[in-house]
């Protein structure tokens, strides 16, 4: 299989505090990767360094995506070559419908491949059609984006969003944080049905329970910036029982 | 945080009108006096009456000073340094008609208003204004047959005089201020409309200014009287060349709407602003406003800025009929080193009167953006409500936002509401925007045509989608 992401000795820092001390991981086409470690290990730092978040330096290393330099490419347009990020804490931003946020998305992304923007009821459609796979209220589409919605409405719109976008290599950031068990149900099987063969995630979580539900393929654990063991699926049941101690008297 | 990196870069933002057109233009000579206003009053072929109000108003103008209780820093104006005339028609010395150059045609093809009906955006009449002149004026004979006056103010004081006389200075009156006396002196063209009892203008009615030649200043003055059950909706468009040097404009706008009569004004208003230095632009200090005369008469004015230097206006609605209705919907967007210190008044002095105000600031750059108004209430005006709402936006950490609501309150049975927000656009939103593939310029228009919204719902539909575009090219540059 085909390398879609490699990051090779990946150093970053917020404020002048190196965070990421060294990450190298390597994401092929269809696979599905979990993140998981303590709080304050790095993980969100990774998710927003490869989506480019202009608060984040990278000091040394390199991430190769689709075989191109990643931290060459501007934000919209690492988002345009199919990256996509599911945030921890979705913005909001009041006045702008879910639709028009969309229209503007999906068109920008198709005149990046130089297509014509979408016509308004093939637009529509596409709406219906990703709403239902992810089970979002129609009334919420027609709101501002994010503008007093719950936390589990919130989730359900990132995935929506996804569903609309159709991303390569998503990266899921704490996705179930702040989800009770069937708000987490819903966004897992939304996920779980955008899943096709030449697609891959990032999934990042703290806990275990989310991963009940989205099956990886290869876990790996960081700590302190650095990723430090990486094995099947089978750690995660390690973790549960033995919790993070063990890793942090480890390194 | 890098929130200023991402904002602060206030480049030149693009100003797609700032094009000079070469128009033989007839210019009198710069200076204000009595002999000038003479002058002027000649060149327009004026009763004695009209000359008279001119030279009363720039004896009372000679007593007073500039205003400088607004938020804005304006640099002394010399009046002696201005032409207050400047006509681009040229007289065909044969038949005295007055010929249009089509070179002026071009020009207001260039603007989007095509001065051929049928050229003409659906629906729409356009009485066409450049520099001191009125160049145009389209569908006149239709709407004349369902008994509408739509002309040029100059052909207006012709035409209809007594109109002219009984409704001229009825609701501004040339000691109102300092600008509205000195227009009183100077005017020169505008539109006059009078829509009959009981008609219900069938078209949009439009004007729209046009500053070409240097030097001048344009000096226009609308007069709209809405007769008993009538309905009209007006349109105002305004642009000029970019040039170095400041231009004055001060205009004055009248509406008297009788029992029942309903007038919508909308304005979208893009003088030049200056370049991003500052250098440059438009002083737009107009005087507006409307008598709600009539009993369940309704005035609403919307408007949305981006143009000018600096703004002084504050279009106001005197409710003098029981249960009449004033609205006053505004988005002002401010970038570089623009000023605006814009509102409304709202007097209420008939009983059941209410009155809605919705503004939306926006501010970019080094730029200062203040919202003024005042809500009156009189002993007599029983029962009279008022809903405020006066929201700024801002765009960086340079530039200043402001609100000074007055209210003056004599009727304990008035119900009085304001609300007031103050927002940034934040770099998280941006980024947000950014993950999901929209650019930083895209995202801040989509934001800020968000926030304003509620004020271009109002604007018939063209003007809603030229502002909406228009919001959008004001701020480009504005992020770097």
């Known amino acids: 299989m085909e390398n879609l992401l490699e990051i090779k000795n990946l150093h970053a820092t917020i404020d002048g505090k190196e965070i990421l001390k060294g990450i190298n991981l390597t994401v092929k086409a269809g696979e599905v990767h979990a993140i998981m470690g303590p709080n304050g290990s790095g993980k969100s730092t990774l998710s927003n360094v490869l989506v480019g978040h202009p608060a984040y330096t990278v000091t040394e290393g390199e991430i190769i995506y689709k075989g191109k330099n990643l931290l060459e490419l501007a934000p919209e347009d690492r988002s345009h070559e199919g990256l996509f990020l599911s945030f921890q804490y979705p913005v909001e931003i009041p006045g702008v419908s879910i639709t028009n946020f969309m229209r503007a998305a999906v068109n920008a992304k198709r005149q990046y491949q130089g297509q014509e923007p979408m016509n308004a009821t093939e637009f529509l459609k596409m709406m219906r059609e990703k709403r239902a796979m992810v089970n979002l209220d129609s009334k919420l589409a027609n709101r501002s984006v994010n503008e007093g919605f719950s936390g589990g409405e919130k989730k359900r719109n990132e995935i929506f969003q996804m569903a609309m976008l159709e991303p390569t290599l998503s990266i899921l950031d704490e996705t179930d944080s702040g989800l009770d068990i069937d708000a987490l149900r819903i966004v897992a099987e939304g996920v779980n049905k955008l899943k096709r063969d030449d697609t891959s995630s990032i999934v990042i979580t703290h806990y275990q329970r989310l991963l009940d539900y989205i099956k990886p393929d290869i876990v790996h654990i960081l700590y302190n910036g650095r990723i430090v063991k990486t094995a099947g699926p089978e750690l995660v049941m390690e973790l549960e029982e033995r919790g993070y101690d063990w890793i942090k008297n480890e390194n | ?480």
């Open chain 2, 1 to 480: 945080m890098k929130k200023d990196n991402i904002l602060k870069k206030l480049a030149n933002k693009a100003y797609e009108f700032g094009f000079v057109s070469k128009i033989k233009t007839e210019i009198i000579e710069q200076g204000l006096n009595e002999d000038i206003i003479r002058l002027i009053s000649k060149k327009k072929n004026e009763p004695e009456w009209l000359l008279e109000f001119r030279l009363e108003s720039y004896r009372y103008w000679q007593t007073l000073e500039m205003p400088e209780w607004a938020h804005l820093s304006i640099p002394p104006i010399d009046y002696q340094a201005i032409s207050y005339y400047a006509d681009p028609l040229k007289k065909n010395k044969e038949n005295k008609n007055k010929e249009i150059d089509p070179e002026l045609m071009k020009t207001f093809e260039k603007l989007g208003i095509p001065l051929e009906e049928r050229l003409a955006l659906s629906g729409t009449a356009v009485d066409a204004v450049m520099d001191s002149v009125s160049v145009k004026t389209t569908f006149k004979e239709e709407l004349r047959e369902k008994g509408i006056i739509f002309c040029s103010m100059s052909e207006a004081v012709q035409e209809y005089p007594d109109l002219v006389r009984k409704h001229l200075g009825s609701v501004v009156n040339y000691r109102d201020n300092f600008f509205a006396a000195l227009n009183s002196a100077v005017f020169s063209d505008g539109s006059f409309v009078y829509i009959p009892k009981g008609v219900r203008c069938p078209m949009e009615l439009s004007t729209y200014f046009r500053i070409n030649a240097a030097n001048t200043g344009q000096f226009e003055r609308t007069l709209i009287v809405a007769d008993d059950d009538s309905y009209v909706s007006y349109l105002e468009g305004c642009t000029a060349p970019m040039r170095d040097e400041n231009q004055l404009h001060a205009a004055i706008v009248e509406i008297v709407v009788n029992d029942n009569a309903e007038v919508k004004y909308s304005t979208v208003q893009n003088w030049y602003p200056g370049d991003a230095e500052g250098k440059g632009g438009v002083y737009n200090f107009v005087t507006k406003r409307g008598d709600c005369r009539g009993r369940g008469s309704k005035l609403s004015w919307t408007q949305v800025e981006t143009g000018s230097a600096i703004t002084w206006k504050y279009p106001s609605c005197i409710l003098r009929g029981d249960n009449s209705q004033g609205e006053f919907y505004s988005v002002a967007l401010t970038n570089n080193y623009q000023q605006a210190d814009t509102g409304t008044k709202m007097i209420h002095l008939g009983k059941n009167t209410r009155s809605t105000i919705i503004s939306k600031g926006i501010s970019a750059g080094k730029s200062q953006n203040s919202y003024r108004g005042l809500v009156r209430v009189s002993k007599n005006a029983d029962g009279a409500r008022n809903y405020s709402q006066c929201d700024s936006l801002l765009l960086g950490s340079e530039c200043g936002a402001h609100t000074f609501p007055y209210m003056d309150i004599h009727n304990n049975s008035a119900v009085i509401e304001h609300e007031a927000t103050t927002s940034k656009i934040s770099e998280e939103q941006l980024f947000y925007c950014n993950q999901r593939g929209i650019g930083t310029e895209e995202a801040i228009g989509l934001i800020v045509n968000g926030y304003a919204k509620e004020v271009l719902n109002k604007l018939p539909m063209e003007f809603a989608i030229e502002a909406q575009k228009l919001l959008s090219v004001s701020l480009e540059g504005a992020v770097g």
